[in-house]
């Protein structure tokens, strides 16, 4: 494949969880986020938005850090990137939700992805631009969370040999079983409290720790949620279909988000920014390669 096939990098939701019932916002650097430093924050960068509460992987509010923002209205806000990646991001979501969109595999891509309302300008800094998304999270009473980078490889074809072998000692781990848990926010019923764990933990799993790593997400220190895992497992299956289906594009660095209702009593709540669905997956700072014809490259 050519170099002058087009690349794009988005935030992609994959993957919406129907978990209520049995009854039933390149990879990057994370760091906590540090809740003086968010108060500290001055309002006029704010521009009334708070930082979003229940991130739990990419950039996070702080000093000299914007993050991921959330709006009055319940939307996600998502800083566009220096240039060319923020471009090619706010072209993915333009060319999947633009009213010219028409092919399948673009129609069936939106039941995967946040639903998008365009950009978003502070009122006193026009120069910034944020995409505004879908919180898949709102409708959430108690939401649990985790945020899953898959794949074998976190780079694109025209990275540099550096920032291959980067990617690659960040967990080698992940060239072998393709995904690398970057996040996640569990609800722990008895307490009333989450569980929190980072890319830390994620980079310290084992193969012979992975199963007990992940049940992790679905425990909720009374017992083990069966019903969300056999929901995550179908969607996933869902999302592996589309792939499989499809050859158009090429994912690098792309996360699933999977987000279940953590109190098994509550019920979702209908919320501004929520789509229609009762649970939703979403990524960070993923790369998408476009391709124009019906193979896929090498």
Avoid at 58 to 74: A, E, F, N, S, T
Avoid at 127 to 149: S, W
């Amino acid at each position: 494949m050519s170099t002058g096939h087009q690349i794009m990098d988005s935030s992609l939701a994959l993957g919406r969880l129907d978990i209520k019932s049995p009854v039933l916002r390149s990879d990057s650097d994370y760091s906590d986020v540090n809740e003086k430093n968010v108060q500290d924050e001055p309002q006029s960068r704010l521009n009334g938005c708070l930082p979003l509460p229940h991130q739990v992987a990419g950039h996070k509010c702080g000093v000299g850090k914007v993050g991921i923002l959330q709006h009055p209205d319940g939307t996600v806000l998502k800083q566009l990137q220096p240039p060319p990646r923020g471009c090619r991001e706010m072209q993915f979501y333009s060319k999947v939700y633009g009213e010219q969109s028409v092919e399948r595999c673009l129609q069936e891509l939106k039941r995967y992805l946040p639903t998008y309302y365009g950009t978003w300008r502070p009122p006193d800094r026009p120069n910034d631009l944020y995409l505004k998304l879908e919180d898949v999270t709102r409708r959430f009473c108690r939401p649990c969370i985790m945020d899953v980078k898959i794949g074998q490889r976190s780079y694109d074809p025209f990275a540099s040999p550096e920032k291959r072998a980067q990617q690659i000692n960040k967990y080698p781990l992940m060239e072998e079983i393709g995904f690398l848990v970057l996040g996640m926010r569990v609800y722990q019923t008895s307490s009333d409290t989450y569980e929190t764990y980072d890319q830390h933990y994620g980079r310290s799993l084992v193969k012979e720790s992975l199963t007990d790593g992940l049940a992790r997400f679905f425990h909720n220190g009374e017992g083990l949620r069966k019903d969300a895992v056999a929901a995550s497992v179908g969607k996933v299956r869902d999302v592996l279909r589309w792939f499989e289906g499809q050859s158009r594009f090429h994912f690098y660095a792309s996360s699933l988000l999977f987000v279940y209702e953590g109190d098994v009593a509550g019920r979702t709540r209908d919320a501004p920014g929520a789509g229609g669905g009762s649970g939703g997956a979403s990524g960070s700072d993923s790369h998408v390669r476009a391709l124009s014809g019906r193979g896929r490259p090498p």
